[in-house]
């Protein structure tokens, strides 16, 4: 088997389709979403791979975050819920991570962050943990409400009741409408909104080009909850909510989620991923139970290049710093998103 190279996938034209004939890939593994990483933080992507005929034998994608307030690193991936390495077995994974760690040596990175791995790393001290769900869509419509949670139900039939009408679209004006809903939710959660710039990407380079969708639920014509999935292959992934919380009583939310499952199980996708939930979060963690949705653990690594060694350093923002976000005017908080984002990841 050829040793990985260093490549980045954005200048491959055949990627995609290499990806997806091999096994463990996901969304967050395409040259799409490399390229929105790369033009909305200027993060530079330096992927390790090896091919073998049509597909991947083993790959680490790592993006280099070059920042002065935060240093310099190389992450696997940065603003993204979880990125496996794909290898056959623990010998191509410890190549990997070797050349990466050379890598990183070269380039003068503080760290090395795998957001995923725990296959080739439960040994080693996790950086922190996640839980994820999956629901599987085999069962179809009808059986998958059977599944639902009977509160979920209620809600779902609530938002009925209500008039909500869901559209499932790929417009520009949906992506406006999810990023007016988003600044009011990061908010109220204490956290400055992902910079406009950021979405117009993901809409230009991953939206349009039919690899994820935007589902919103409006009252009187006004937009009031909104998702954005990505998708590929047999997989569709909840990336983004947000909504109105003045009209959290007639759960739109509720009803924007059972269209996507209907969706995307009519369609034949074989499972819809629910994205990362923190440990505390215990809200979040019963909405997401409650569509029948199989939870299990994410785990992120973290490998300190001048101490070699593992560590565990999360990376949740200071209570009192969201207490101020959550304060702030909208309009300075899209001023700060645009400022900060570049440096984390």
Not at 54 to 61: E, G, K, T
Not at 126 to 133: I, R, S, V
Not at 249 to 270: C, P, Y
Not at 305 to 327: G, Y
Request: net charge positive.
């Amino acid at each position: 088997m050829r040793e990985p190279a260093l490549i980045n996938p954005v200048e491959q034209e055949d990627w995609n389709n290499l990806l997806i004939s091999t096994p463990g890939y996901s969304f967050f593994h395409t040259s799409n979403w490399a390229e929105v990483l790369r033009k909305a933080y200027r993060f530079t992507p330096v992927y390790l791979c090896a091919r073998e005929q049509n597909q991947f034998a083993s790959l680490l994608p790592v993006m280099e975050v070059d920042s002065i307030l935060t240093g310099k690193r190389g992450v696997c991936l940065p603003f993204t819920d979880m990125c496996e390495p794909i290898t056959e077995n623990a010998q191509q994974f410890q190549t990997l991570f070797d050349q990466a760690v050379a890598l990183g040596r070269k380039r003068k990175w503080k760290y090395l962050a795998i957001r995923g791995g725990e296959k080739y790393l439960s040994a080693e001290k996790p950086a922190e943990f996640f839980y994820g769900h999956k629901l599987d869509l085999a069962p179809g419509q009808q059986q998958l409400f059977l599944n639902l949670r009977d509160s979920t139900q209620r809600n779902i039939k609530k938002a009925q009741k209500e008039n909500i009408s869901v559209t499932i679209s790929t417009s520009p004006q949906s992506m406006k409408d999810f990023y007016r809903l988003n600044t009011q939710t990061r908010r109220e959660h204490g956290l400055p909104p992902q910079p406009f710039h950021f979405f117009r990407n993901l809409h230009d380079l991953v939206i349009k080009k039919d690899l994820g969708f935007i589902v919103t639920a409006s009252a009187n014509n006004v937009v009031i909850a909104a998702n954005v999935y990505f998708k590929f292959g047999h997989e569709v992934i909840y990336k983004y909510g947000a909504s109105d919380k003045k009209f959290q009583h007639l759960r739109a939310n509720n009803l924007v989620m059972w269209e996507t499952i209907k969706w995307s199980a009519d369609q034949g996708f074989a499972k819809l991923c629910f994205g990362r939930t923190e440990p505390e979060n215990k809200g979040l963690m019963q909405f997401k139970a409650g569509w029948g949705a199989k939870a299990y653990k994410i785990y992120y690594y973290r490998y300190d290049l001048q101490k070699n060694v593992f560590t565990a350093d999360p990376s949740d923002i200071n209570p009192l710093l969201k207490k101020i976000f959550s304060r702030l005017p909208i309009p300075v908080l899209r001023m700060l998103g645009r400022i900060l984002y570049r440096h984390m990841g």
